[in-house]
């Protein structure tokens, strides 16, 4: 939720904030928000691994309510919501915690804001039994009614979201800033976008980009790491360099392993068997993901469910929740965060949910 500015993608957003092992996970409640009853406490994961969990909920509810769990983006940043906040990401948030009606649940990764675990070793697969966790524990709280609960799944949470709704019974699904292509696929359109909004030469893109599908084909799906491919081509090895957030433990901030089991997912697969509604939004702006992959979901969910998915593209927005007049300033990240256009869509849509569910 920190990132500023595009450029700075590297060290921020994606990559460098992937904490430390942490001895234990400390349930604290910093948070405050006003008319609501915020609790901190460890929802132990699969594997034992204690993370730390909020769950928020309006202080004057009775009986049993509905819910939301949100599938973080990709970056190891707490879920933690300042007292005033500082992005579109910390708005959003707070606006859903506060205005939702709902009891939403939160879940720190692994060594992140207390949750046990390193974040820069977190692979996919064991992130992705976390959330499943978190779902079942919101399933079986007494204060959630396990038929009204919705995820909601953010940039990368958006890719983990039919993995963790496929075959649930569950009153509906979101996501925002994600789409249904492979992460081979995805990665290398996040190259090519990169590549045009950064200015950079136009007569060396075509090469660097072949070399970077060669360098793909041989990291996602052969599933060489690094090390290996310059060991056998010193030549293709000096590639790793040029795409974004690499470094010699992993890309954006986490292990190889977790993108090459990013890889192997079938989403479309997962998505045909979301049986819930689906709302799919979309800043139109974003350079991260390509709206044809994003629109991909609502086909899909369409052709195996007719009319139960629901596209949305937010013409001036980036991925995160910001207004720019075009691509080249929200590449530049000097918008201004303003997740309104968003809740004026979403709220709406989960009092709906939650009322035909009930």
Request: charged share 25%; hydrophobic share 45%.
């Amino acid at each position: 939720m920190k990132l500023r500015n595009a450029l700075s993608l590297a060290a921020t957003l994606w990559a460098a904030q992937a904490t430390a092992q942490s001895p234990a996970a400390v349930p604290t409640a910093e948070e405050r928000h006003p008319g609501m009853v915020v609790e901190a406490f460890v929802l132990p994961a699969a594997d034992g691994t204690k993370l730390r969990a909020v769950a928020t909920k309006p202080r004057d509810a009775t009986g049993r309510l509905p819910a939301v769990l949100y599938l973080q983006p990709l970056s190891c940043d707490t879920i933690a919501i300042p007292a005033e906040p500082r992005d579109g990401w910390e708005m959003m948030l707070q606006r859903l915690v506060r205005e939702s009606s709902a009891l939403v649940l939160r879940v720190d990764k692994r060594g992140v804001g207390g949750s046990e675990g390193d974040c820069a070793q977190l692979d996919y697969e064991t992130e992705l039994a976390d959330h499943r966790s978190a779902l079942e524990a919101l399933r079986h709280r007494a204060d959630v009614d396990p038929e009204r609960i919705v995820v909601f799944g953010a940039s990368m949470g958006s890719n983990y979201a039919p993995l963790v709704a496929a075959d649930q019974d569950l009153a509906g699904v979101v996501v925002w800033g994600g789409g249904a292509r492979t992460w081979a696929e995805r990665t290398l359109a996040f190259e090519r976008n990169r590549a045009e909004l950064s200015q950079s030469d136009p007569s060396s893109r075509a090469a660097d980009m072949t070399a970077k599908y060669r360098y793909i084909t041989r990291f996602l799906i052969a599933g060489e790491t690094p090390q290996q491919i310059a060991q056998s081509d010193p030549e293709l090895g000096q590639v790793w360099s040029r795409f974004a957030g690499t470094d010699d433990k992993g890309m954006y901030g986490r292990p190889f392993a977790f993108h090459q089991q990013a890889q192997r997912q079938n989403w479309p697969a997962a998505w045909t068997r979301v049986r819930a509604p689906v709302l799919v939004t979309f800043g139109a702006l974003d350079w991260f993901e390509d709206e044809s992959g994003v629109r991909l979901i609502g086909d899909i969910v369409n052709a195996a469910h007719p009319g139960q998915a629901q596209v949305v593209v937010f013409p001036d927005y980036d991925h995160h929740f910001a207004r720019h007049p075009d691509r080249r300033a929200a590449f530049a990240g000097r918008g201004t965060p303003d997740p309104e256009p968003f809740m004026a869509v979403l709220l709406p849509w989960l009092k709906a949910r939650f009322a035909v569910a009930r």
